[in-house]
């Protein structure tokens, strides 16, 4: 056995006959690194993600920027619905409410029950949106060419504007010059 070893064993030894415990040096570190503090994590729990809540609702034109449309219809993209815009106090616009079919064909005149499917949508870096998607008078061109655009905006980046100023009757669908404009949308994983 070393000599080291020895005496420390034997102080150890003498240290509990006095009745006094042994302690054993902590050796110190070499040089202070605040690197191996550092985070290296992302701050979330693993396989689970943001839950989207109260979206806006709006057509795709309405976005004023580039959208994407979920691609896949069946799970991301709601059949048709009943709409009513119904005036709120304190706000400029009226408020869009899903109605009944039977209440509204009840006590609406036809013109203000609006008819029409949501589609999960995004501007570029996710900022999410249910984007209105015509599902009647399709032979009226402002709803053929919004139609065009959501159908264009499953696959690429597609900016909408309207051609009214230029006495036009429909809209000016745009896809960006180079689809890697943007990063592709991180879609929520539950329809």
């Not at 005036?87 to 013109?111: C, G, V, W, Y």
């Amino acid at each position: 056995m070393p000599t080291k070893e020895r005496r420390n064993r034997n102080s150890n030894l003498f240290l509990k006959r006095r009745g006094k415990e042994a302690t054993t040096p902590i050796a110190k570190p070499k040089a202070f690194d605040l690197n191996k503090f550092k985070s290296k994590q992302k701050p979330t729990i693993p396989d689970v993600e943001t839950l989207l809540t109260a979206l806006p609702v709006h057509s795709i034109a309405q976005a004023k920027d580039f959208v994407r449309l979920h691609p896949n219809e069946a799970e991301y993209w709601s059949s048709e619905l009943c709409f009513v815009n119904v005036p709120t106090k304190d706000q400029k616009r009226d408020t869009l409410h899903l109605i009944e079919e039977e209440l509204a064909m009840r006590f609406l005149p036809s013109a203000r029950i609006l008819r029409m499917r949501l589609a999960l949508a995004t501007k570029p870096y996710d900022v999410f949106f249910l984007c209105q998607v015509p599902s009647q008078n399709l032979d009226n061109q402002w709803n053929k060419s919004n139609l065009r655009a959501c159908e264009q905006a499953k696959e690429k980046w597609t900016e909408v504007t309207s051609r009214k100023a230029e006495g036009v009757e429909n809209y000016k669908i745009d896809a960006a010059r180079n689809p890697k404009a943007f990063p592709d949308p991180k879609w929520p994983r539950r329809p």
